[in-house]
């Protein structure tokens, strides 16, 4: 649960998740005069034999146990953009 008073900015936070997790990306979230934004997010490794770490392996991301899994986004302000899974490119 996210909770907080009005314009305390749980809106931006749950975008900025759900950004670095693969929503759709539009060069109008980049700042005027900026070449890019970038939005990074970093969770917990998950159990080695759990599914996550399934998903991650069979996508050939290599997570150690006890490795924090960071994922990051970078949006162009061409419109372009590029993410990746503890710097290792992730394609789309």
């Known amino acids: 649960m996210l909770t907080g008073e009005t ?13 670095a997790l693969g929503d759709r990306a ?10 890019q934004a970038v939005v990074t997010a970093s969770f917990d490794t998950p ?18 146990p006890g490795e924090p899994l960071i994922v990051r ?8 953009s590029r993410a990746f899974v503890n710097d290792q490119p992730a394609s789309a």
Request: charged fraction near 20%.
């Open 26 to 35: 539009d060069s109008g979230l980049v700042r005027q005069g900026a070449a």
């Open 47 to 64: 159990h080695a034999d759990g599914p996550i770490a399934a998903l991650l392996a069979d996508n050939g991301f290599d997570i150690d």
């Open 7 to 19: 314009g305390a900015g749980k809106s931006i936070l749950l975008d900025a998740l759900g950004l």
């Open 73 to 80: 986004r970078i949006v162009k302000a061409d419109g372009g």
